[in-house]
């Protein structure tokens, strides 16, 4: 099968398409051939070599991308809840998982779920990292209770425009932070209570406080926003790293928290999510479909930082 890899370690540059075996699905696995996938920073990160030394334990070509969306065409022995012919979507966790940017993707049938039955598969392709990153976030790491504020910190890209919707849902106050080339849209499409324009404004300098801070920007740290959280107020960033290790061992004694989050593909959230899309109560924002072999392309634009939404390709 074709699949875009990288045999060393780099930039979009190294990216190729090659022809590489189709995976066996094991016992707890489905085969999907793979109708479209999205693109995410983490896919980037893994081909720049960010996750080393554990990456190196993983043999080259590697397969890049993460989310994706198709139809299986095997399963595993013991597979249980999906059959051939289903639409599903999910994310391949990089170095647990295959890339999914290849005609056919393996994977266990825990990390997907049905697509939802009332946008493509190219669309549904562009949901779940930024969704479900976003609900572990809103839901589990600060849980958002009716009326409370919220501030999501990069509200324009992949995982911002997921939260903001998700915030929404939970009965939020949103105060979004994004460029003004995005604000016009973030306004119409998702009613946020308040924008603050960070090329103007740095929300740590302005008066108000928040319940919940979803840094998905990652560009703060608890030090720099605590005195923007009301007394049992959370931070959440997007951004693992020794320092924001550091401060969540450091909040545990104070009663403003600073947590990191981990996305993690399940078949429940993925199902919740489904729910959403199929209610109109979350919708995937898409800037650009590329065909597959503009994959280079495609991964220069997301090198940029200033993807509205996603990117998908078309495998
Ligand atoms: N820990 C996890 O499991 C996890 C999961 C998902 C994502 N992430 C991380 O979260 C980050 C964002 O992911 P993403 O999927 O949203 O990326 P993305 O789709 O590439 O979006 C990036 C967005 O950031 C905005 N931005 C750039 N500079 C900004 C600034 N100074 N302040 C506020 N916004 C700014 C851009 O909007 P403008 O054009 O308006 O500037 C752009 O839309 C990445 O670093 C990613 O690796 C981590």
Same mark, same amino acid.
């Given at each position: ?8 370690? #780099?930039?979009?540059?190294? =990216? ?6 189709? *995976? ?5 696995? @489905? %085969? +999907? ?96 990292? #930024?969704?479900?990153?976003? =609900? ?6 600060? *849980? ?5 504020? @919220? %501030? +999501? ?163």
């Amino acid at each position: 099968m074709k699949a875009v890899v990288y045999n060393t370690y #780099g930039g979009p540059e190294v =990216l190729k398409i090659q022809d590489v075996s189709i *995976p066996k699905p094991k016992s707890n696995e @489905v %085969l +999907i051939k793979v109708d479209s996938i999205s693109l995410n920073p983490v896919d980037a990160k893994a081909r720049r070599g960010g996750f080393r030394p554990m990456s190196d334990l993983l043999k080259f070509p590697r397969i890049t991308g993460s989310d994706f969306a198709g139809i299986i065409t095997e399963t595993g022995n013991r597979v249980s809840g999906f059959k051939v012919g289903d639409a599903v979507y999910g994310w391949a966790q990089p170095l647990l998982n295959n890339g999914s940017a290849a005609e056919m993707v393996c994977i266990s049938e825990k990390a997907i779920a049905l697509a939802p039955n009332n946008i493509s598969l190219s669309e549904a392709s562009a949901i779940p990292c #930024g969704a479900l990153t976003s =609900l572990i976030s809103l839901r589990d790491l600060a *849980p958002i209770r009716n009326g409370h504020k @919220v %501030l +999501i910190n990069g509200a324009s890209g992949g995982t911002g425009t997921m939260a903001t919707q998700i915030a929404k849902i939970f009965g939020g106050e949103i105060t979004v932070v994004t460029s003004p080339n995005n604000s016009e849209r973030i306004k119409n499409d998702y009613k946020p209570d308040r924008i603050i324009n960070y090329t103007k404004d740095d929300f740590v300098n302005l008066e108000d406080q928040y319940d919940v801070i979803f840094d998905v920007q990652g560009n703060k740290a608890i030090n720099e926003v605590e005195h923007c959280l009301t007394s049992n107020g959370i931070y959440v960033t997007t951004q693992p790293s020794i320092y924001s290790s550091i401060d969540v061992v450091k909040s545990v004694l104070s009663k403003k928290k600073s947590k990191i989050v981990i996305c993690r593909s399940r078949t429940s959230d993925l199902n919740m999510i489904r729910l959403w899309v199929e209610e109109n109560k979350i919708k995937p924002a898409i800037e650009k479909v590329y065909d597959f072999d503009q994959f280079k392309d495609a991964y220069e634009h997301l090198a940029t930082g200033h993807v509205k939404g996603k990117l998908i390709l078309k495998i």
